[in-house]
Nanobody, 126 residues
Framework: QVQLVESGGGSVQPGDSLTLSCAVPAQTFSRSHVGWFRQAPGKEREIVAVASWYGGATYYANSVKDRFTISRDDAKNTADLQMNSLKPDDTAIYYC???????????????????WGQGTQVTVSS
């Protein structure tokens, strides 16, 4: 396990944009698949998006496709989640997670990630 640090949460209005950033230790970033998950009040944690270290592969939950974009910055060792057209249903605590693996297969389940951040609150309300 490694320590992940999230930043960028906050309170916005519907339709606004917000970018979350996840800092991953430099010594593991190049072989880490990095994902974003979220947990809304009273609901289970769900996957939002994942970026593989291999070939630019990404995965998105249907609920965020065409609105959210996950990207990796190899120079900064970060994985960012650009969130556009935010809705009240996007309100949740967002968690960054990483899976260190030489296997290039993109993980798409929570239990496959061994490192987690503390979470950052995103609130979308008018």
């Amino acid at each position: 396990q490694v320590q992940l640090v999230e930043s960028g949460g906050g309170s916005v209005q519907p339709g606004d944009s917000l970018t979350l950033s996840c800092a991953v230790p430099a010594q593991t970033f190049s072989r880490s698949h990095v994902g974003w998950f979220r947990q809304a009040p009273g609901k289970e944690r769900e996957i939002v998006a994942v970026a593989s270290w291999y070939g630019g592969a990404t995965y998105y939950a249907n609920s965020v496709k065409d609105r959210f974009t996950i990207s990796r910055d190899d120079a900064k060792n970060t994985a960012d989640l650009q969130m556009n057209s935010l809705k009240p249903d996007d309100t949740a605590i967002y968690y960054c997670a990483a899976r260190y693996s030489f296997n290039a297969v993109l993980p798409d389940r929570e239990e496959l990630f061994e490192s987690w951040g503390q979470g950052t609150q995103v609130t979308v309300s008018s």
